[in-house]
């Protein structure tokens, strides 16, 4: 593990409230830089470990941005259920696990930031009208992850830049001038991908991408992929409509139920709505505040 993605991480980690142990984000690093391995090529493939701590510091500006609501008893039911969906996804594994937390905002929406990292918000729990249509959501975001989605919005020429700051010979001592270069270009890898999770959102392709894929990983899991569908439907109906945000990434409410209509043709198996999730995703969001 390399020591200065915790460094960088922990420091761009701003807003974290006492909530934050929903992430299991951790404390920040106070100590000088030390130790750091050498990095064979300044251009080489983002590792497990390297997404890890860049979805970190991303999630960490979401939180600053969206505040946790802060429900301990919610909490652990979106993790029960996203937990599950991961486990029967592409990518069951990630190098810090997946996370999920409900945010205290009413917009309709929903962020996955790379590593495993991902929000809801309270309105977008509000939308939602039983735990299968939670399930294909947040298989939704799992996808967006397991996909990588997100490192895509790194510019090759900002990582190249951070590795060459970065590589150095191991047990070097750091400058301050070189401690400010490295958290200078960590912050710029953090803020590309920031930029897409939080304001513009994945492209329309990676889009369909996910909600295909999100169906797949939760009839995996034991529930209806069509409630995907009536999901969208139900998007219809209200008239809902995101002009700004990640949401607004997503196909038009009409072209979006049409690619997944066509795609719930070879997702198989669907068992149905069970009435059983249904009253208890009741149950647990009457509690929500």
Do not use: C
């Not at 593990?1 to 984000?25: E, L, N, Y």
């Not at 391995?37 to 970190?56: F, L, V």
């Not at 510091?57 to 941005?65: G, L, P, R, T």
């Not at 429900?71 to 190098?95: C, E, F, I, M, W």
Request: no cysteine; proline share 3%.
């Amino acid at each position: 593990m390399k020591r200065f993605f915790i460094i960088f991480a922990s420091a761009v980690a701003i807003g974290v409230t006492a909530h934050a142990h929903a992430f299991d984000i951790g404390q920040a690093v106070s100590s000088g830089i030390g130790g750091v391995q050498q990095i064979a090529e300044a251009s080489k493939d983002i590792t497990p470990s390297e997404e890890h701590y860049i979805g970190r510091a991303v999630a960490a500006m979401i939180i600053d941005q969206y505040p946790l609501l802060g429900n301990a008893a919610l909490d652990q039911y979106v993790n029960k259920v996203g937990l599950v969906v991961a486990y029967h996804s592409d990518r069951p594994v990630t190098y810090g696990g997946y996370h999920f937390a409900v945010l205290r905002s009413d917009e309709v929406n929903a962020f996955a930031a790379p590593g495993g990292f991902i929000f809801i918000t309270r309105g977008l729990l509000k939308s939602i009208q039983n735990e299968d249509q939670l399930a294909n959501v947040l298989g939704h975001e799992i996808a967006h992850v397991a996909e990588r989605h997100g490192i895509g919005a790194i510019k090759k020429s900002r990582w190249t830049k951070f590795g060459f700051y970065a590589a150095g010979e191991v047990g070097k001592q750091y400058s301050s001038s070189e401690v400010g270069q490295l958290a200078a270009e960590f912050q710029s890898v953090v803020s590309d991908v920031a930029k897409q999770v939080i304001q513009s959102g994945y492209s329309k392709k990676d889009e369909n991408q996910a909600d295909e894929l999100g169906m797949k990983f939760a009839a995996a899991s034991g529930y209806s992929p069509k409630a995907m569908e009536d999901f969208i439907k139900s998007e219809i109906a209200s008239g809902y409509s995101s002009k700004s945000g990640p949401f607004s990434s997503h196909p038009s409410p009409d072209k979006r139920l049409k690619e997944v209509e066509g795609d719930l043709k070879d997702i198989t198996p669907d068992n149905g709505v069970d009435q059983a999730r249904t009253a208890r995703f009741k149950q647990t969001l009457a509690a929500m505040r």
